[in-house]
T-cell receptor, first 113, second 116 residues
Framework: DSGVTQTPKHLITATGQRVTLRCSPRSGDLSVYWYQQSLDQGLQFLIQYYNGEERAKGNILERFSAQQFPDLHSELNLSSLELGDSALYFC????????????FGPGTRLTVT | DQQVKQNSPSLSVQEGRISILNCDYTNSMFDYFLWYKKYPAEGPTFLISISSIKDKNEDGRFTVFLNKSAKHLSLHIVPSQPGDSAVYFCAASADVSTGTASKLTFGTGTRLQVTL
């Protein structure tokens, strides 16, 4: 158990809908990272927040947004969903902003039908 | 553009033998490399890492070798055990030494199966 929690574990929704994925980092960690893993692909970095502020951005679509709240939990919002958005979404956390040794949650499996 | 490549999607090794997982990278700015292990229905777990100033790092049965000139790293598991069966991801980060790094760039993974 990494100490990072993600909810829900599974999500099935229709095209055009909007969903919110939630992540709670390990106790004491200030950075949260979001990754997307599509079928047979490596993990693609989406975005990083550090202590409530956006720190780094990867290949995140404009339809996707994230935020980190004062209690350090984070939410990833996916809107106007398309079939190609079906993937595993992982959240990771680390103690600082350097990205050194990130600890991953179990992931949320999103299926868009 | 795949900056971190794991060209072998799968590997099968007998219990007790050595497992060697390979990873190549193209970005010369990478200065920190990590291996993660992933079981089904779980998130990746950190296994071992190496800084670009080293060429070898060892932790128990796991050793990572880095060849900077070839932009190649490998993970050796000796001896391999059935519990090592998982997907192994190679990851790299840039600017760790300056404290400005953040994102990890992952390879596509190698599925290791350790047979009895």
């Amino acid at each position: 158990d990494s100490g990072v929690t993600q909810t829900p574990k599974h999500l099935i929704t229709a095209t055009g809908q909007r969903v919110t994925l939630r992540c709670s980092p390990r106790s004491g960690d200030l950075s949260v990272y979001w990754y997307q893993q599509s079928l047979d692909q490596g993990l693609q970095f989406l975005i990083q927040y550090y202590n409530g502020e956006e720190r780094a951005k990867g290949n995140i679509l404009e339809r996707f947004s994230a935020q980190q709240f004062p209690d350090l939990h984070s939410e990833l919002n996916l809107s106007s969903l398309e079939l190609g958005d079906s993937a595993l979404y992982f959240c990771a956390s680390s103690v600082d902003s350097s990205g050194y040794e990130q600890y991953f949650g179990p992931g949320t499996r999103l299926t868009v039908t | 553009d795949q900056q971190v490549k794991q060209n072998s999607p799968s590997l099968s090794v007998q219990e007790g033998r050595i497992s060697i997982l390979n990873c190549d990278y193209t970005n010369s700015m990478f200065d920190y490399f990590l291996w993660y292990k992933k079981y089904p229905a779980e998130g990746p777990t950190f296994l071992i890492s190496i800084s670009s100033i080293k060429d070898k790092n060892e932790d128990g049965r796991f050793t990572v070798f880095l060849n900077k000139s070839a932009k190649h790293l490998s993970l050796h598991i000796v001896p391999s055990q059935p519990g090592d069966s998982a997907v192994y991801f190679c990851a790299a980060s840039a600017d760790v030494s300056t404290g400005t790094a953040s994102k990890l760039t992952f390879g596509t993974g190698t599925r290791l199966q350790v047979t009895l």
